[in-house]
């Protein structure tokens, strides 16, 4: 029989429950120890809600599987190989430091941590480690985000002269997502998707000039970010993001890319589309594979153990910078100037 990974998760909100629900999934994989402070989160008798169709489906109540109040204990659980950190983001750094030595494989839930400096942090961890720590950004592995990349990777509509992405919700419940120095606001917490997203495809920007505003986390909860590269990138970027909607809009992501011979529109609200435009050629609906990118950032994470292969280094330095570009972000909106990014890296 071949061996199972067995895998601790810490934090049972909407994403700790998502993760359960896929890991339930996968034959190659043990869930033997959940965590939660919350014990209505951790008997199941209290679920989060999702703000995707297809999150946190499941429930823990049937998980016969050893129950921790203190995430600290299961990191020490010997039993547990990989430790999936779902907790809020101020509380990353110390559970990625502490699992690590503890010498656990790690996956992170978005953002990397709280700061840049703490992202920075545990890169050095993860340098010093043989075990697999991985960030969790899932736009990297969405389906329809993929495709995007590998068309601007590939120039197979020419080039990208410009991609504007957007990030809609009204604010989500709950006192971690009302405390902007646990959650970072929207500008971290939910913005970060797009940012990292845009890092992930054209690199770091030279500079940033944001707008925004502060919101009920008492933080940022409306951005509207240009990011600034040289003339030879071509393209022109911008992302908004914002949960300072009214109560009920709902949740949407979607992106417009424009290349030179095609135009790409994707929306994911009530359902999800992403449609070509071709001159000449009538609207196309591009078929996308089914699934999340959960589903496809865990199945990386547990191959990559599983096939003893090393830390994505590339991806989890990305995951940092992307921090740094956040921070720019922040400051950009603070004094209402267009901020560099290569003396924030120095």
């Known amino acids: 029989m071949a061996r199972k990974l067995k895998v601790g998760v810490i934090g049972l909100g909407m994403m700790g429950t998502t993760h359960l629900d896929i890991y339930a999934q996968m034959s190659e994989v043990e869930v033997v120890a959940i965590a939660d402070t919350n014990p209505d989160l951790l008997d199941g008798s209290l679920q989060v ?11 823990v109540k049937a998980l016969n599987v050893k129950k921790y109040s203190d995430g600290m204990g299961l990191v020490s659980d010997p039993k547990v190989e990989l430790v999936d950190i779902c907790v809020g983001t101020h509380l990353h750094f110390s559970f990625v430091e502490a699992a690590l030595i503890q010498e656990k494989h790690v996956l992170i839930e978005k953002p990397l941590a709280r700061s840049a400096e703490q992202a920075r942090r545990i890169v050095e961890l993860a340098k010093c480690s043989t075990k697999v720590v991985m960030s969790a950004m899932c736009l990297r592995y969405w389906p329809a985000w993929l495709w995007l990349k590998k068309a601007i990777d ?12 957007r990030r809609h919700t009204s604010h989500p419940p709950g006192d971690f997502y009302s405390n902007s120095e646990q959650c970072g606001g929207a500008l971290l917490d939910l913005h970060i998707h797009d940012t990292d997203f845009i890092n992930f495809c054209f690199g770091m920007p030279q500079a940033v000039f944001s707008q925004g505003h502060l919101g009920p986390s008492g933080g940022i909860d409306y951005v509207s970010t240009q990011y600034i590269y040289n003339q030879a990138q071509r393209a022109i970027v911008h992302a908004e993001g914002t949960w300072d909607l009214q109560e009920g809009y709902g949740f ?15 929306v994911l609200a009530d359902e999800e589309t992403l449609m070509l435009f071709v001159a000449g050629d009538e609207p196309k609906n591009v078929e996308l594979p089914d699934g999340m990118g959960y589903e496809f950032e865990i199945r990386e994470c547990v191959d990559t153990i599983l096939e003893n292969r090393s830390t994505d280094m590339n991806l989890l330095n990305q995951a ?6 956040i921070e720019a972000e922040q400051a950009s909106i603070k004094y209402c100037s267009v901020v560099p990014i290569k003396e924030r890296l120095d």
């Not at 809600?49 to 429930?59: C, R, V």
């Not at 590939?154 to 992405?165: I, P, V, Y």
């Open 49 to 59: 809600k999702g703000n995707i169709e297809g999150q946190a489906a499941g429930s």
């Open 252 to 266: 949407s992501m979607s992106y417009t890319a424009n290349f030179e011979n095609a135009t790409l529109n994707y």
């Open 320 to 325: 940092a910078d992307s921090l740094v570009i």
């Open 154 to 165: 590939d120039n197979r509509f020419g080039a990208c002269l410009s991609l504007n992405c």
